[in-house]
């Protein structure tokens, strides 16, 4: 059974950085993209970045030279925040997929999905 946790959610001020961690468990990591979506309050589940199993990566326009997603050897993915706004605030979630030459940021082509962490960037 695919498990996803996350971790490393916080309040920030605007132009601080914050680093999500994503451990999952229950699948061969080779055979599987991640990814993380965010969802403010009031608006729908955005794609943020994906990695696929060969490294691969893409992201939102929003984010774009902000964020940084990486994963280890293991099934484990990272975010790595920079140069946060106030609109960067919203439950952050992981997600994955077992398809390994794959990149969408589409919510609807995950189905497994971790439980969230909060990030909010405020003054």
């Known amino acids: 059974q695919v498990q996803l946790v996350e971790s490393g959610g916080g309040s920030v001020q605007p132009g601080g950085s914050l680093r999500l961690s994503c451990v999952a468990s229950?699948?061969?990591?080779?055979?599987?993209?991640m990814a993380w979506f965010r969802q403010a309050p009031g608006k729908e589940r955005e794609g943020v970045a994906i990695i696929d199993s060969f490294g691969r990566t893409m992201y939102s326009d929003s984010v774009k030279g902000r964020f940084t997603i990486s994963r280890d050897n293991f099934a484990n993915v990272y975010l790595q925040m920079n140069s946060l706004e106030p609109g960067d605030t919203a439950m952050y979630y992981c997600a994955a997929v077992q398809r390994r030459w794959f990149l969408s940021l589409l919510a609807s082509d995950f189905p497994n999905w971790g439980q969230g962490t909060p990030v909010t960037v405020s003054s």
């Open positions: 229950g699948f061969t990591a080779g055979h599987y993209s």
